[in-house]
């Protein structure tokens, strides 16, 4: 599965500290193209620092992340290229409409001048937006910005998606819906192939969408396996969740 | 740099879409006007006196540019301190708090296009209200005979000024996630280029005259009045574009430094 030179998303022991707070440490992991990951782990496990270097949001202390063939350090307008990312916080400017903020977002993607149009046109339709498409995100409900969001990460087609807790704050329905729209995102399509990596904790969403869960605790990774290898015997992620994440965040995991 | 254009006209068109830019710049004319005609009213009282009391070295004192233009031109340096903090407060760190900030560092955007393209902005807003401002004088040249030179060359002092409060701003933005301290770490620095000046005169007596020429080099005020006198020099031009410069380095050294904490 995991041929040599199909990987996609390479983690070299990646470490991150805020000060004296070591929020990363020395994390390491391989993705095959076409994979998709749920990356778990409690609140402050890690989850969103690790993404954002893998964004080149901002550089890791120590350690590199190659994206597509591109280093984050040598290479960082390539690799940034090839990444559609839904940070946690939605990236939106609630003044303009979602045609134009997609627009923009296409344009600072380096989407070439004639490529644009079509590109938004297909975000928009991929993601259930075409009917709001000349409103104004400021008015649009919760539901619909995190559409927006999830636009605004496919306008440029990236071969790497990194979607950082992409059902936060959404009512169950909404929730079912983002659920579809990523598993629509990531199926092949045109014969290109997603890879994706998304951060929850929410476990069902993991059984939902993965084929694979790295789980970190404390910044440290602590599985990295297949879901089939997972919940076999009926084993179920929760109890897994539970063993190995530090106790009483783990209490605090639940839904 | 290709960028540069694309993020100066998203900030610009998120600048007009708010009800700020509109209130600034009405602010702005409104201003503009009230000086301009306390000018006028000023300058016409002198003229009739003078010509009561037949005190034709007065008559022949009394200029334009010099007494009227001039004092218009300083006065509105002075407002462009008070309302060029508030257009560029939000510039890096309104992104911070709607987290659009994330979405242009993982871009493929150098921190010199984002940086450029904020000051563009900025630039371009003051470019706006100094044109503004160009219109009083305007109207001057219905009624008499000001040197276009020097109205011209006064202007440009104070869009030069202008670009260097953008750059200071756009510094202070870079420095914060909170507009209301961005606003006041701008304001503070504008505040101590514009008195140095003084600051200078009070050197002089403790620290020497070579501390006093530096300081007053360095004085905004110093080059601005050499332009307004119609005096265009290099070393002037120069003294503004070092100091934008300067500024844009710092903001993005602010930038890039932020991103690696
Ligand atoms: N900018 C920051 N400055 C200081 N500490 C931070 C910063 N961002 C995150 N942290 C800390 O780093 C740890 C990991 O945070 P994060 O990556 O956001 O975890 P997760 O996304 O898994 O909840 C937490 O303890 C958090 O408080
Ligand atoms: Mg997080």
């Not at chain 2, 300058?43 to 009394?62: E, G, H, P």
Request: include cysteine; charged fraction near 20%; hydrophobic fraction near 50%.
């Amino acid at each position: 599965m995991l041929r040599r030179g199909s990987r996609v998303i390479e983690a070299r022991g990646i470490s991150k500290r805020y000060g004296d707070l070591v929020a990363v440490a020395d994390v390491s992991f391989k993705i095959g193209k076409g994979e998709i990951v749920g990356f778990l782990g409690p609140n402050g496990a890690g989850k969103t620092t690790t993404m954002r270097i893998l964004t080149g949001f901002m550089p890791p202390t120590d350690g590199t992340a190659i994206i597509a063939g591109h280093d984050i350090f040598s290479e960082p307008l390539a690799a940034r290229r090839c990444v559609g990312y839904l940070p946690e916080q939605l990236p939106l400017y609630l003044e303009m409409t979602v045609t134009a903020y997609l627009t923009y977002v296409a344009k600072i993607k380096d989407v070439a001048r004639r490529a644009r149009a079509p590109a938004v046109d297909r975000a928009l339709e991929r993601c259930g937006l075409t009917e709001v498409r000349s409103r104004v995100i400021g008015n649009l409900s919760r539901g619909f910005r995190q559409r927006v969001g999830l636009a605004q990460a496919i306008v440029h087609d990236p071969p790497v998606l990194v979607l950082d807790e992409p059902t936060l704050g959404l009512d169950p329905l909404q929730v079912r819906d983002i659920r579809q729209l990523i598993a629509d995102l990531t199926s092949p399509q045109d014969g290109n192939q997603r890879t994706v990596i998304l951060s929850t904790h929410i476990l069902p969403e993991v059984e939902a969408i993965c084929q694979r869960v790295i789980l970190i605790n404390e910044g440290r990774k602590t599985v990295d396996a297949p879901l089939e290898e997972l919940t076999r015997d009926g084993r179920s992620l929760e109890e897994l969740f539970a063993r190995e994440t530090t106790h009483d965040v783990a209490e605090e995991v639940e839904s | 740099m290709k960028h540069v254009v694309t993020v100066a006209s998203r900030e610009l068109q998120g600048l007009f879409v708010s009800p700020v830019a509109y209130g600034v710049l009405s602010l702005f004319a409104v201003l503009a006007g009230f000086f301009f005609i306390l000018g006028v009213a000023w300058f016409s009282d002198v003229v009739v006196r003078a010509q009561q009391f037949q005190a034709f070295d007065v008559l022949a004192d009394l200029n334009l540019n010099d007494r009227l233009i001039g004092e218009f031109y300083g006065s509105m340096s002075v407002v462009l301190l008070f309302l060029i903090p508030g257009i560029t407060m939000g510039l890096f760190a309104a992104e911070k708090v709607q987290g659009t900030h994330e979405l242009l560092l993982t871009s493929p955007l150098t921190i010199w296009d984002i940086v450029l393209g904020k000051f563009l902005a900025g630039a371009l807003f003051v470019l706006l209200l100094v044109a503004v401002v160009g219109f009083y004088p305007g109207l001057l040249f219905f009624y008499g005979d000001p040197e276009l030179g020097k109205t011209l060359s006064g202007l440009l002092g104070l869009l030069l000024v202008g670009w260097i409060y953008v750059a200071i701003g756009a510094f202070a933005s870079s420095l914060t996630r909170s507009q209301v301290l961005a606003f006041l770490i701008s304001f503070v620095l504008l505040l101590c280029l514009l008195l140095l000046p003084a600051i200078s005169e009070l050197g002089v007596a403790g620290g020497g005259a070579s501390v006093g020429a530096i300081l007053s080099y360095l004085s905004t005020n110093t080059h601005f009045e050499e332009l307004v006198r119609g005096l265009v020099t290099t070393s002037d031009l120069v003294y503004f574009a070092v100091m934008i410069g300067t500024f844009l380095v710092l903001t993005k050294t602010a930038v890039e430094t932020a991103r690696w904490r």
